[in-house]
């Protein structure tokens, strides 16, 4: 299906695209190379038929032009398509599961075996699948997929790049939504870290109110958000990039494709001269919830930005953290990559001697 997919939107694709387009599959037991090797060969096919006008009519045919309801004396399940309807009925029925792209909500299901009597689908939402480009900030609404949400803010910020190509993989991207990751706030989701770091809000909305709230204040403890009962995400707004602001993203995980992290670390950092003006560190594996490095961004405030600093700084994120070990990794080792990771920030935005992104990643692309 993935090299359906690819063959459908580009037959002539280079190893990367094949690479990344195949990076979800991660049973290959006749091997890597004859499946890249049809892959190169796919313009040998005839040109897939991919006339949209007509595909767009067929789905037309079958959009609906209310909510849909389906019923019985064990489960419901509402698809509403305006979002005042959502609003008023979530409100209403403040228990039922929200399920938008269902990547996280389906593993519960295939997974864990959980029963969800009552799911409301906010997917086929208007108003909810909208991206808007502001002078000051992007908003991307609760539909709006992954791949969606990239595209639109890779622009904005090419240094998370690696981040976005390493989230799951094409199909999972393709159905999930940005927003789901950061609502199911999972500790080691990878969006979250990269946000918070930046100063991403969400807007929640619960009936007719709304309100807005710094995405590090969503979290409060494991699985625990500041969401009332009845209320849910209605965008992510992402502010633009500020001028000066030297930002990176780092996820470590045991495999480069289709991981989950074992830390996911955003480092933001603007100078003054030689001192540091203003550092976001957001962390995420290190704690029950992603989080702010506090102590050590109060530390490196006003400090110069050099190897001495750094040694302290080491210290004080070793403070703020305690976090645990499991299957991914242990806690000495995420302690350790985490104080690593900001060495690592550190050489690629040191004065007057910062390495490119080749000298300290494997993976970064050169030429
Ligand atoms: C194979 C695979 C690989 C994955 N790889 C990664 C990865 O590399 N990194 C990573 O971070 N995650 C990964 N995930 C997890 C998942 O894809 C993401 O968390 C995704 O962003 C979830 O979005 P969704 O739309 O599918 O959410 P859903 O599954 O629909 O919902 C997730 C949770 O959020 C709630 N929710 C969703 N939208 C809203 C809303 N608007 N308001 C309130 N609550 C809401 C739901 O009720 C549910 O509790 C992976 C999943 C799979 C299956």
Known sequence: MSMFALYQHNRTPDRAEIDDALSGNLCRCT????????????HEYPEPDNDEKRLIA?????????????????????????????????????????????TDVGL???????????????GDVVELKQIKNG????????????????????PHYPELGE???????????????????????SPIGDAMPALIAIGA?????????????????LYLDYMQNAMQPGEFVE??????????TQLRCYKLSKRFDQDISAVCAAFALRLDGDQVADIRIALGGMAAIPKRASQTEDYLRGEPWNEF??????QKLAADFTPLSDMRASSDYRSRATANLLHRFYLETRIGDALPPAAVNVFAVTG
């Open 31 to 42: 091997g890597y190379r004859p499946i890249v090797d049809a892959c190169l060969h796919m």
């Open 58 to 102: 067929q789905l037309r045919e079958i959009q609906r032009g209310q909510r849909l309801t389906l019923e019985n004396a064990e489960a419901s399940y509402h698809a509403p398509i305006a979002l005042d309807d959502l609003a008023a009925l979530y409100q209403q029925n403040p228990d039922a599961q929200i399920l938008a792209g269902g």
């Open 108 to 122: 519960w299901v295939t997974k864990q075996l959980r029963e969800l009597p009552a799911m409301i689908y906010l």
């Open 135 to 154: 002078t000051d900030a992007i908003e991307i609404g609760a539909a709006v997929t992954l791949t969606d949400a990239f595209a639109a803010l890779q």
């Open 163 to 185: 981040m976005f190509r390493r989230f799951a993989s094409v199909p999972v991207r393709n159905a999930g939504t940005l927003v789901g990751n950061i609502a199911n706030g």
């Open 201 to 217: 809000r969400v807007r929640l909305r619960r009936g007719r109110d709304s309100r807005e709230l710094e995405l590090e204040d």
């Open 235 to 244: 965008a992510v707004i992402v502010p633009r990039p500020e001028a000066g």
């Open 309 to 314: 600093t750094l040694v302290t700084a080491g």
